[in-house]
């Protein structure tokens, strides 16, 4: 019954809206056929003419009228949405702990791109998944922080959780950089590796950046909060500002990294 009164109202506001141009039609085929009937006079035709151009002005102000009005509607509905919207930053950062699988998020990739300090977690949890990623021919580029430098000393200091031994710190970052060049061993035309000695303000995992489905993944670094609670945020090629500023990032990371392989690489003892 509710869809038939709908169906109804609906209907009638169609031939309220467009009432004057449905008479000015039927008046046209009126004369028309009539005339076919019995002579009209010059005068009576004239009136005729005039009662029709009377009828599409009416129609084209009708028109727009309702026009007009619904444009008017929109509008305020609109402003009064921006008047009332409570803007909560709650739903566009999120901790490690609620984000959806990396599995999940990076099953459509064609690259991936890794910057951070250690990436140590992520070296060592997905080894085995990177590298079904690699077998099916999905680029990976690494950006990660030099060990036994300044950086890895301010990262130590301040963003790390786990230890404040700048040592072991360190050689936790050649684990972690081991493992990558594992990787690279076994898949020299897809994986890329670079160390900065500089320390990065936040850690990126971006993926098809290159693509229209490009998605870049950021993870605030703070003072000794667990990896899990650090505040994280999703940008796409949509938020066109923001995703501008991340990828130019990116691009400075590079400009400020060195690219490595194992064979010339020398691993620490200390």
């Known amino acids: 019954?509710?869809?038939?009164?709908?169906?109804?109202l609906t209907v009638l506001n169609i031939i309220c809206e467009h009432i004057t141009l449905f008479a000015t039609i039927i008046g046209s085929a009126f004369i028309v056929i009539?005339?076919?009937?019995?002579?009209?006079?010059?005068?009576?035709?004239?009136?005729?003419?005039?009662?029709?151009?009377?009828?599409?002005?009416?129609?084209?102000a009708s028109e727009k009228y309702f026009k007009l009005n619904r444009i008017e509607k929109n509008i305020k509905y609109v402003l009064k949405g921006i008047d009332n919207a409570n803007v909560n930053l709650d739903e566009f950062f999120f901790t490690r702990k609620e984000?959806?699988?990396?599995?999940?998020?990076?099953?459509?990739?064609?690259?991936?791109?890794?910057?951070?300090?250690?990436?140590v977690r992520l070296s060592d949890e997905?080894?085995?998944y990177f590298e079904k990623k690699l077998k099916e021919n999905c680029r990976m580029e690494v950006i990660m922080v030099r060990p036994f430098t300044k950086g890895a000393d301010l990262l130590c200091k301040n963003v790390v959780y786990e230890t404040e031994d700048y040592?072991?710190?360190?050689?936790?970052?050649?684990?972690?950089?081991?493992r990558f060049f594992s990787l690279q061993e076994n898949f020299p035309q897809l994986v890329k590796i670079r160390l900065t000695e500089n320390t990065p303000p936040f850690g990126i995992v971006a993926t098809n950046l290159e693509a229209d489905s490009?998605?870049?993944?950021?993870?605030?670094?703070?003072?000794?909060?667990?990896?899990?609670?650090?505040?994280?945020f999703f940008v796409n090629k949509s938020d066109e500002k923001i995703f501008a500023f991340f990828t130019k990032q990116i691009d400075t990371l590079r400009l400020a990294s060195e690219e490595v392989v194992k064979s010339d690489y020398e691993f620490h003892n200390t």
């Open 126 to 128: 997905y080894y085995a």
């Open 1 to 8: 019954m509710e869809k038939l009164r709908k169906y109804f």
């Open 34 to 60: 009539d005339s076919q009937i019995r002579q009209y006079s010059v005068e009576t035709l004239l009136l005729w003419i005039i009662s029709l151009l009377g009828l599409i002005a009416t129609a084209i």
């Open 167 to 178: 040592n072991a710190y360190s050689k936790r970052i050649e684990e972690s950089l081991n």
């Open 99 to 119: 984000l959806e699988p990396l599995e999940e998020r990076m099953k459509n990739a064609n690259s991936i791109f890794l910057s951070g300090g250690s990436l």
């Open 214 to 232: 490009a998605n870049v993944k950021v993870e605030l670094y703070s003072y000794a909060i667990p990896t899990r609670e650090r505040m994280q």
